[in-house]
């Protein structure tokens, strides 16, 4: 189902002369890295190390490979440019080919004249297919360029929709084009449009209103708990692609201007377990922007995002909220 390119791995590793390759997977693809491992040393002759850690994003990129291995393949996200380049470092991006050419009468029901298209870099290579169909059926489609932080048309992150922000104001409606919710929220939120989730895996078309709703009465409720907050924990990435020192610093300053205390604490993965040692009333997180909404009822203490610290304390209205974004 999945195709890892492996003999473009196996081309890369014998270019570069490569005896020890670091080989890094999301949670999702970790199952197929034992077959991966024994196929790329049997082919190549070089010896595989699996990255055992989490991985989340290309943001997550494991750069401490090189004090033990030569290169680095990266599978299952494209690279964010914005990073800068690393001649050791492959990226296998892999794509998803589910059938959703079934969904597309539904989708079409719920359609303006002109429309954005969105995606995830899984299903890139499906929206010039897309929004040929579309086009056939009479709507005007566009896909936008994201910032440096994006490699193809299209594409978003969770924590970059500059590819939908970039066409905002030439389309009445987004379609996004995958699966889960966050993606498409930020869409809704970034550029005020209404979005239509085409979801290949569910094999289902929904919009994102009610669940907007929701998740907003969530930050809105713990921006109001943080209010009351007289310590904050400002947490920093370790991980390259989500290091934001000089945010996380400028917050600082903010909170201390409001008589209230401040700390910055560097970590690499954030959990509530390792946030518990540290007694106090809330934390902001510059790290990636999905930390507090997505794991939201897993912390004991409000986790804000940095907008959302803005509106706790009293600098930006909530009618300004949108969700946090990484730029490049
Ligand atoms: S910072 Fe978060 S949303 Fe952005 S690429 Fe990394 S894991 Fe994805």
């Known amino acids: 189902m999945f195709d890892l390119h492996l003999a473009e791995v196996a081309d890369f590793i014998r270019a570069k002369g490569a005896h020890r390759v670091a080989l890094q997977f ?168 209404p979005v239509i989730v085409l979801d290949p895996l569910m094999q289902e078309v929904r919009d994102v209103e009610e669940l907007k709703d929701k998740i907003l009465r969530q930050r809105h409720g713990a921006i109001s708990l943080a209010v009351e907050a007289r310590s904050f924990g400002i947490i920093i990435s370790s991980k390259p692609g989500q290091q934001r020192k000089a945010l996380a610093e400028s917050l600082k300053g903010m909170i201390i201007n409001k008589g209230k205390l401040a700390f910055l604490i560097a970590m690499d993965n954030v959990t509530p377990d390792q946030l518990m040692a540290f007694q106090l009333d809330a934390f902001v997180s510059t790290a990636c922007p999905r930390l507090a909404i997505d794991d939201y009822l897993r912390y004991r203490k409000p986790m804000l995002t940095p907008i959302e610290l803005e509106v706790a304390l009293g600098i930006r209205d909530w009618g300004d909220y949108v969700f946090d974004s990484v730029l490049g």
């Open 26 to 193: 999301p949670e999702g693809l970790k199952s197929l890295a034992m077959e991966a491992a024994e196929e790329i040393e049997r082919v190549t002759g070089c010896v595989c190390i699996i990255l055992g850690d989490p991985c989340y994003g290309a943001c997550d990129l494991n750069t401490s490979y090189r004090s033990f291995a030569d290169i680095l393949v990266h599978f299952g996200h494209s690279e964010i440019p914005s990073m800068g380049p690393d001649d050791n470092l492959f990226y296998v991006e892999v794509r998803l080919d589910y059938e959703f050419t079934d969904l597309l009468p539904e989708t079409l029901k719920l359609l303006s004249l002109r429309v954005g298209l969105v995606t995830t870099v899984q299903h890139v290579h499906q929206l010039g297919i897309l929004k040929e169909w579309l086009e056939r059926h009479g709507r005007t489609v566009l896909i936008g360029r994201g910032d440096k932080r994006i490699k193809n048309a299209g594409q978003v992150l969770g924590c970059n929709v500059t590819a939908a922000s970039s066409i905002k104001d030439q389309v009445d409606q987004f379609i996004y084009f995958g699966s889960g919710d966050f993606h498409p929220l930020a869409v809704s939120l970034a550029t005020g449009k």
